[in-house]
Nanobody
Framework: VQLQASGGGLVQAGGSLRLSCAAS????????VGWFRQGPGKDREFVAV????????AYADSVKGRSTISRDDEKETVYLDMSTLRPEDTAVYFC?????????????????WGQGTQVTVSS
């Protein structure tokens, strides 16, 4: 599976963004897809994951209530809608895919990664 993340940009605090992760390859619907981010000088951290249907998504506490992850298997795309953005959300956001686990928060459990998209939130 090849992944392409997009949708990042510069946004003011309190604003919203939709990130997209477009996949190419077979059996996309059988993959769990996660979003991770890495801020300046920080380690990579889990943001959200959406398993293959019909399992429920999971979110990091830092984005819970402000973000929604969704998937369109016909379009082979996963979305991350983020609102009420904060300067601390500034990071490069990566999407990743795995069939090994349903809802892992560890990047080590993901086998395929996109190239990342930059999100910058100004105060």
């Amino acid at each position: 599976v090849q992944l392409q993340a997009s949708g990042g940009g510069l946004v003011q605090a309190g604003g919203s963004l939709r990130l997209s992760c477009a996949a190419s390859g077979r059996a996309f619907s059988s993959y769990a897809v996660g979003w991770f981010r890495q801020g300046p000088g920080k380690d990579r951290e889990f943001v959200a994951v959406i398993p293959w249907s019909p399992n429920r998504a999971a979110y990091a506490d830092s984005v819970k209530g402000r973000s929604t992850i969704s998937r369109d298997d016909e379009k082979e795309t996963v979305y991350l809608d983020m609102s009420t953005l904060r300067p601390e959300d500034t990071a490069v956001y990566f999407c990743a895919a795995t069939r090994r686990t349903i809802r892992s928060r560890s990047g080590n459990d993901y086998d395929f990664w996109g190239q990342g998209t930059q999100v910058t939130v100004s105060s």
